[in-house]
């Protein structure tokens, strides 16, 4: 599925494909209302008669409404048109932690600052009861205003979320605390001891 250039989700005119993951495919657009640039995450069509993904999807725009935080993506909307589902988020500019390990590893000081600012985004959603289930280097934005944590359409209530290998996550990067790591996010954990197993993490990457 891909929708064209100059097509319009509501007021959300899509000016350019972003990327493409396991919930869906997000765009670059104009809220034609507010005159403003955002992300649109759109579910596929096909997937709407897939109970799981729907549910999935739902907790999403729930779990991210639920939050204020300087270092997690704000949501400003969500739709249907006609049989597309899509959220609405702020637009960030920057690259994630994962482009940039490509480069090299971050240096100390950046990669201290990247924990911090994640470390309170995490210690925001434990407080909240919530569990993301998929924190890896993709899905950390690096921006000019700091580091902004993603994509939350595998998390969970904590009450609720069993993280196991065989928990639900995204085919293409499996996130460390489902793959290699014995830590296991939890809202019980310091958040600092899971931002320092990602950084670790992304680290061996690079060696």
């Known amino acids: ?5 100059g097509s319009k989700l509501g007021p959300y005119e899509i000016l350019e494909p972003l990327g493409a993951g396991g919930m869906g495919e997000v765009y670059r657009a104009r809220d034609t209302r507010l005159g403003r640039e955002v992300a649109v995450k759109v579910l596929p069509a096909h997937f ?5 993904f729907r549910q999935r999807f739902e907790r999403e ?18 739709g249907r048109q006609e049989d597309l589902d ?13 482009m940039q390990l490509e480069k090299g590893p971050l240096p100390m000081e950046q990669a201290l600052k990247v924990a911090i600012e994640i470390a309170g985004a995490l210690h925001t959603e434990h407080r909240a009861g919530i569990v993301h ?9 690096l921006t000019r205003a700091g580091a902004k944590l993603l994509d939350f359409g595998l998390a969970k209530p904590a009450a609720t979320a069993v993280a196991t290998p065989a928990a ?9 605390d489902n793959k290699r790591f014995p830590v296991v996010e939890s809202a019980r954990e310091p958040a ?10 992304a680290n061996e990457l690079n060696q």
Not at 1 to 5: A, G, K, P, R, T
Request: hydrophobic share 45%.
């Open 168 to 176: 639900p996550s995204t085919n293409f990067d499996i996130a460390p």
């Open 1 to 5: 599925m891909s929708i064209l250039f």
């Open 86 to 98: 899509f959220l609405v988020m702020e637009y960030l500019e920057g690259e994630t932690v994962a």
């Open 48 to 52: 709407n008669a897939d109970p799981g």
């Open 192 to 201: 600092g001891i899971q931002v320092h197993v990602v950084l670790n993490w």
């Open 133 to 141: 289930r998929d924190l890896k280097p993709g899905n950390i934005m």
């Open 61 to 78: 725009v729930r779990v991210i409404s639920s939050l204020n935080h300087p270092h997690i993506c704000t949501l400003y909307d969500v």
